[in-house]
T-cell receptor, first 115, second 114 residues
Framework: EAGVAQSPRYKIIEKRQSVAFWCNPISGHATLYWYQQILGQGPKLLIQFQNNGVVDDSQLPKDRFSAERLKGVDSTLKIQPAKLEDSAVYLC?????????????FGPGTRLTVT | AQSVTQLDSQVPVFEEAPVELRCNYSSSVSVYLFWYVQYPNQGLQLLLKYLSGSTLVKGINGFEAEFNKSQTSFHLRKPSVHISDTAEYFCAVTPGDYGQNFVFGPGTRLSVLP
């Protein structure tokens, strides 16, 4: 079974530029998450999709961040314009209901550096 | 809303020694509890989870965790660590009603020394 795929793995941009990240979840997983992990901290949920609908985007900075999930499969997360504090690892995860609970499967992440 | 505290940001331990990584949570509803491990430059991987029943749960790589409702804790243990256990460990909670809203703690960096 293929895992969660993310690209690019690394990205360096200057502040005020825009950037996009791509995620392909595990086939058949209806729920997809985007997390922001700042160095030294745990992952923080940015947005959660169920199929192609948004379940929770309460912590997404909507003035600069946007996300979509095309046809309920792949997803893209965009930042425009980027700020220095956006430097972090952006993790994508998808979940499956197994053994009486949902279990998350994470991709390797995209490390964003904003200079 | 749920929250998770991991009091130890870093835990150094010698190889073959036992280790305990602490996790405490706060919630007004029943929760499911999880431990994840993150190796350098990789995503998170599930170690084990507690849903209900026996308070001692066993996971992969020889790890186990014990749920203590009165102390709202879910500490992770391993009787003998290996160099390969060096990683970041995260405790997480979700609401116990088939919830998918995962809240993570800040993580504990386990460093296993030779």
């Amino acid at each position: 079974e293929a895992g969660v795929a993310q690209s690019p793995r690394y990205k360096i941009i200057e502040k005020r530029q825009s950037v996009a990240f791509w995620c392909n979840p595990i086939s058949g997983h209806a729920t997809l998450y985007w997390y922001q992990q700042i160095l030294g901290q745990g992952p923080k949920l940015l947005i959660q999709f169920q199929n192609n609908g948004v379940v929770d985007d309460s912590q997404l900075p909507k003035d600069r961040f946007s996300a979509e999930r095309l046809k309920g499969v792949d997803s893209t997360l965009k930042i425009q314009p980027a700020k220095l504090e956006d430097s972090a690892v952006y993790l994508c995860a998808s979940s499956l209901y197994r053994d009486s609970s949902y279990e998350q499967y994470f991709g390797p992440g995209t490390r964003l550096t904003v200079t | 809303a749920q929250s998770v505290t991991q009091l130890d940001s870093q835990v150094p331990v010698f190889e073959e020694a036992p280790v305990e990584l602490r996790c405490n949570y706060s919630s007004s509803v029943s929760v499911y509890l999880f431990w994840y491990v993150q190796y350098p430059n990789q995503g998170l991987q599930l170690l084990l989870k507690y849903l209900s029943g026996s308070t001692l749960v066993k996971g992969i790589n020889g790890f186990e965790a014990e749920f203590n409702k009165s102390q709202t804790s879910f500490h992770l243990r391993k009787p003998s660590v290996h160099i390969s256990d060096t990683a970041e460990y995260f405790c997480a909670v979700t609401p116990g009603d088939y919830g998918q809203n995962f809240v993570f703690g800040p993580g504990t960096r386990l460093s296993v020394l030779p």
